[in-house]
């Protein structure tokens, strides 16, 4: 019940916080400290959010840009995760392969925009791709230090009675090393909803949220709509994060961050 009672006052503690910028952005505003057409009133903004939610081409540009992140973020687990238990088990190829990527990690995926627009085309494509190539690196790290991180206790008793390199692999790697993948792909979600919008915003054409921020930056008094924009890229992420952050308790309730989140198991 204590981490209940966290978790509740932490939730409400971020809901005052909340309440507080956006009753400091309607007071400057509405005191005309700042020039509306820079900072509108924070109930104009949301009054607006909550209008583009009926509008069908707003919600079809929203759709564009959840299947690129989907597709992206996909993509990285599918790259990431086999190659993060071959790094993670077999030394030697880690040994052969990290210069190469710590050569690849430190490049940020939006300088990579041009080189890859010219190879994939200025599409979604593209945009899946960078998503995919940022998304990777918390994925990889994460399965390679939770492998480090599984029972050797358990491996040698899997290996005491004939076990082979495949069936520890799955029977206590794997297992153990989930809630970290896990962790790494709530990580990689935010990222690859960050670059699923700068991508859209850079390219400024197509369909999608970043697309809809960036015309309403060049329209006359659309700071509105753009700030519009920024609520639904914060609320998107903020849905995204709670949905991922219920599912890691729901399926490694055992994890110390989770244990006794749901209720009586801490109090008894």
């Not at 509108?40 to 992140?69: K, M, N, Q």
Request: net charge neutral; with cysteine; aromatic share 6%.
């Amino acid at each position: 019940m204590r981490d209940v009672r966290a978790a509740r006052r932490e939730f409400g503690l971020g809901a005052l916080g909340v309440l507080l910028a956006f009753g400091v952005c309607e007071a400057v505003s509405r005191a005309g400290i700042v020039r509306r057409s820079y900072l509108p009133p924070a109930s104009e903004v949301l009054a607006r959010a909550a209008e583009l939610a009926g509008d069908a081409a707003f919600l079809d540009g929203i759709g564009a840009t959840l299947r690129a992140w989907a597709l992206g973020l996909g993509l990285a687990c599918v790259i990431a995760v086999p190659l993060g238990l071959l790094l993670g088990s077999v030394p030697l190829v880690d040994s052969a392969v990290r210069a190469i990527v710590e050569v690849l990690r430190p490049l940020p995926s939006v300088a990579l925009i041009p080189l890859v627009s010219l190879l994939l085309g200025s599409g979604t494509g593209t945009e899946v791709a960078l998503i995919a190539y940022a998304c990777v690196w918390p994925i990889l790290f994460n399965t390679v230090y939770g492998l480090g991180e599984t029972d050797p206790l358990a491996k040698e008793t899997l290996r005491a009675f004939g076990f082979g390199r495949l069936a520890v692999l799955l029977r206590v790697e794997l297992p153990g090393t989930a809630p970290f993948i896990a962790a790494g792909i709530r990580i990689s979600a935010a990222v690859a909803l960050i670059l699923a919008v700068a991508t859209e915003l850079l390219a400024g054409f197509g369909e999608g949220l970043g697309i809809f921020i960036a015309q309403a930056g060049l329209a006359t008094d659309g700071t509105r709509d753009v700030l519009a924009g920024v609520v639904w890229a914060g609320t998107l992420g903020l849905v995204v994060n709670g949905v991922l952050v219920w599912g890691e308790r729901r399926l490694f309730p055992w994890t110390p961050e989770h244990r006794g989140a749901d209720g009586g198991g801490g109090g008894r």
